[in-house]
């Protein structure tokens, strides 16, 4: 039976310090293709990843700039990511991309795109949105890390993975507040939001495909359940 899907696609897998990683917008386009074959749709929020976080850094240093202002420059990364995902898929595609999750019309296209809202809203938080207002349970955040960890396991080599985790666990992890750039699994706002709407999120690694097929398949995956 054809489902609709909320996939809040991690910035940091469309574009990499080398730039943007090809292989993955390639094998993301065909796959996604491959799934609306099957009568599938989807809304697909796009991170800014090194994007946003290269221009906020930039604008600090440049001046004083206000948090509101740092948003915005991240917000128009997030939508420069998108719109290229949306001009790769073409006419699966719809015309626009979604600024405004609050304001979403009843869209044929079998591919939303959407990027950032307004300041102090990421774009996990826009993904919870939409799953929200179209009645879907579960967004699925795609990142380049198999799992959620308890601490940065980049810093701390005690770091372990969560593979089930209730939302006051991970909330205590992730904290409760927002900032221009934060870089955390899912952020403190759009977990907030979850938890309060009862929204599952999972979260997996975006490079890996066929574990997403499974996930969307409801089979057996890797990554973490926060529910």
Known sequence: MPKTFVLSVGGSLLVTKEGVNLKFLRAFHSFVSAQVKKGNKFYLVVGGGITAR???????????????????????????????????????AYKDIITNPYKLIKIKAPVIFSGGYKPGCS???VAVLIAKHNKIDTVINLSNIDYAY???????SDAKKLVNVSWPTFRKIVGSRWQPGLNVPFDP????????????????????????????????????TIN
Not at 150 to 156: A, E, G, L, S, Y
Request: aromatic share 6%; charged share 25%; hydrophobic share 40%.
């Open 54 to 92: 290269n221009y906020i850094k930039a604008a600090l240093a440049a001046a004083p700039v206000k948090a509101a202002d740092r948003d915005w420059v991240g917000i128009r990364a997030t939508r420069l990511n998108a719109q290229l995902l949306q001009v790769v898929f073409g006419s699966l």
């Open 123 to 125: 774009t996990d938080h």
């Open 150 to 156: 308890d601490k940065d396991p980049c810093h701390h």
């Open 189 to 224: 706002v759009a977990s907030r939001e979850a938890a309060k709407y009862k929204i599952k999120v999972i979260i997996l690694n975006g490079q890996k495909l066929k574990n997403l097929s499974d996930c969307l398949e409801g089979q057996s995956f890797k990554g973490t």
